[in-house]
């Protein structure tokens, strides 16, 4: 058993397919095919059911999988502590973000990385946060950003804050009136008097609509009209033109003209807000870029 062997096996049930695994390790299918079937001898068990389509791993299988893959990171990550210990100069970092949030997030943020490490080159994958979990579970991350709570991560995974977003209730001018507040001063709303009005949400997936259900819950409201839609940016833009309130971060407005130039208001008595955190493997080790990248970014939002 190798690292080689083990590579090729955990790659192998990813794929599900010999043929497809092949094509990723850049090797002849027959090949992996000999080797998968070397390492089954050498172990004395089999590890996948060829007779299932796609293939599947046995109980064995699993186990091996499981193990091999701990084997490998632990690999990775001595690999890595020995090259930054060197230089810690050189690499890749494979971050995920958010759609949105990357363009909010990543340009004040990249320059300035780029001038400390200008020969490590940072990776970006954009997608929500379910996807970015599954990216991160397959180890194709090194790094991703999230509001989700760090409670609310799968097993194995860690969570840093980097800055607190604060989240509005907005809606167009004059929607709210003042016999929708609570304290029309402070500009918070009561939300139980807009039940009737219609409110913009984003698709489920996102997390700000599961902060916007869990709101809408607390106060027992059934909203008599929803728009579904795929972007904060667009939701701003909409609530502003007067089709509904809508549930927002903080970034989607600040990329909008900011605070003074819309209509926004608290929904609770205490300001809300959320964390927004940068999320690894537990096992994982953060080399120095990484770890540079993280302090950078929580220097320059946590300012914000």
Not at 214 to 226: G, S, T, W
Request: charged content about 30%; proline content about 4%.
């Amino acid at each position: 058993m190798d690292f080689r062997e083990l590579t090729y096996v955990t790659m192998v049930a990813e794929c599900k397919r010999v043929t497809a695994a092949a094509k990723k390790l850049y090797i002849s299918q027959p090949s992996l095919s000999q080797i998968l079937s070397k390492v089954e001898q050498d172990v004395g068990v089999k590890l996948f059911d060829r007779n299932a389509s796609p293939i599947t791993l046995t109980y064995a299988g699993e186990k091996y999988v499981e193990t091999a893959r701990r084997i490998l990171s632990l690999n990775k990550n001595l690999r890595r502590e020995l090259m930054d210990i060197c230089q810690g100069a050189r690499g890749k970092i494979r971050l995920g973000i958010p759609t949105e949030r990357a363009g909010y997030m990543l340009p004040a943020v990249l320059k300035h990385f780029r001038e400390q490490y200008p020969l490590v080159e940072v990776v970006i994958f954009e997608a929500h946060t379910d996807e970015l979990i599954e990216l991160m579970e397959k180890e194709k991350l090194d790094l991703f950003i999230s509001p989700r709570r760090a409670e609310d991560l799968p097993a194995g995974m860690k969570a840093e804050l980097i800055y607190q977003e604060r989240l509005f209730l907005l809606a167009a001018p004059g929607a709210i009136a003042g016999e929708h507040c609570k304290n029309r001063k402070e500009r918070t709303v009561d939300l139980a008097k807009l039940k009737d009005m219609p409110v913009i949400l984003l698709k489920k997936g996102h997390e700000i609509r599961k902060r916007a259900d869990a709101i809408l819950k607390k106060h027992k409201i059934v909203p008599a009209r929803v728009m579904e839609i795929s972007s904060c940016i667009s939701a701003v833009q909409l609530a502003d033109g007067g089709l509904g309130y809508t549930f927002v971060p903080q970034r989607a407005v600040d990329v909008l003209g900011g605070e003074e130039r819309f209509c926004c208001y608290h929904f609770s008595d205490k300001e809300e807000s959320w964390g927004v955190h940068v999320v690894c493997r537990e096992d994982a080790y953060l080399d120095r870029p990484e770890r540079y990248l993280i302090d950078l970014m929580k220097e320059t939002f946590r300012q914000v």
